[in-house]
């Protein structure tokens, strides 16, 4: 997964958790109530939601001994033990851990702020991967800025009414030297089959038509209104590079592989990316490690192209959330990348929002892609900062 990383022995490490669900005489009962029964190794909790019933039970079979937690429900199913340290830097952590999963539900282990309980998928270091339904032992590798709240380590095994249920044997959280690190964000990632052949239509295309500008993104990017581009767009000459789903490694390995500099050198790359990393649960340092590689990819193969970074838009209906509060932190990372020179940033975000925040149905009816509304906002708050751009010197 996106979050991290199998990968062999680093130095420098230091263990901030490590447990082992194999000794029955440290479990403990549960609180009845809220759905909740079972029991639970001394300093675990369940935190799951409350619209969701969860079973955990210390089981043994053929001399292992482990924790096996079930649910089903509408909300998350959720447990988690605090951490004794608080993250005061940027730190690099090994997550270990050995686990079977009968539904190959995914298993998302994070570490976050343990006073955000409305914000459960929101973590500051996370990994995901699907357990097999034999046992397998895992090593991921994630990382996260500096946040001196006191935090924990979650395990989210299901979500959405699916039954789910896992076994985990052992858990191990330890902190390893930063420089063993490399961001997932800023390794290039191939797509499916039909992405790439649409990637490779468009490559064609432009280097038929070469264009003045290319657009590169997600499906919001992808998703532009055929009335709205070919009025407002088209007429600069431009090829629309936006593939749904994409993330900042994605599209990396598009510029890896479109002959950017070579077959056609937009005078203006447009480039929208980020929120199905933030989706994926990256961590926020990781986007922005991310983002500032992927320009200067650009700059190699195309140093004489200009770029138009855009800010990531505003998600979820509400405002005032950590969504909301972590997407702007990101933002403004990417605003200083601009360098007044050869990279200019564009947040127009707030454009689509009510004074009191919301997100409207009229510019989005998901809280994420856009209406045609919405694109006719776009393209007025994008168009008069790319026309200026266009008009420079290559």
């Given at each position: ?83 004794k340290r608080q993250v005061t830097k940027t730190t690099a952590w ?301």
């Amino acid at each position: 997964m996106l979050a991290g990383m199998c990968l062999g022995t680093v130095s420098g490490e230091r263990t901030w958790l490590e447990q082992q669900f194999g000794d029955q005489a440290g479990y403990m009962p549960l609180l009845s109530g809220l759905g909740r029964s079972g029991e639970m190794p001394l300093g675990w909790s369940d935190a799951s939601g409350p619209e969701s019933a969860v079973h955990y039970a210390f089981v043994q079979e053929n001399g292992i001994g482990f924790l096996r937690a079930t649910g089903n429900g509408s909300g998350k199913l959720q447990f988690m033990i605090p951490l004794k340290r608080q993250v005061t830097k940027t730190t690099a952590w090994r997550i270990k851990v050995k686990s079977r999963s009968p539904e190959r539900v995914g298993l998302l282990m994070g570490i976050r702020q343990l006073d955000r309980p409305d914000e459960w998928d929101r973590f500051f270091a996370s990994a995901l991967f699907d357990p097999g339904v034999d046992w397998s032992e895992q090593e991921f590798l994630m990382r996260s800025g500096a946040d001196p709240k006191p935090a924990a380590l979650y395990l989210n095994f299901g979500l959405h009414g699916t039954p789910a249920t896992l076994d985990i044997a052992w858990i191990k959280l330890e902190q390893i030297d930063a420089d063993h690190y490399v961001p997932p964000t800023t390794r290039p990632l191939i797509r499916e089959e039909g992405a790439v052949a649409h990637h490779h239509d468009e490559v064609e295309l432009a280097r038929k038509q070469q264009p003045s500008v290319i657009f590169l993104g997600d499906s919001i990017t992808q998703g532009w209104n055929d009335a709205i581009w070919d009025r407002e767009i088209a007429p600069l000459s431009a090829v629309n590079f936006g593939i749904g789903a994409n993330t900042i490694q994605h599209v990396l390995w598009q510029v890896q592989n479109m002959e950017l500099g070579e077959s056609f050198t937009p005078k203006v790359v447009v480039l929208m990316i980020g929120i199905n990393n933030y989706f994926h649960v990256d961590s926020d340092i990781d986007i922005v490690d991310g983002m500032a590689n992927l320009l200067a990819e650009i700059h190699k193969r195309s140093p004489r192209s200009r770029i138009l970074l855009l800010g990531l838009l505003p998600q979820g209906r509400q405002g005032g959330t950590l969504r909301r509060e972590e997407l702007q932190t990101i933002n403004r990372h990417y605003a200083s990348m601009a360098d007044g020179k050869r990279v200019a940033f564009l947040d127009f975000g707030a454009k689509f929002l009510d004074p009191d925040g919301t997100f409207p149905a009229r510019f989005s009816a998901d809280a994420t892609h856009l209406t045609p509304a919405g694109y006719e906002v776009w393209a007025k708050e994008m168009l008069p900062a790319l026309t200026d751009m266009l008009k420079l010197k290559q």
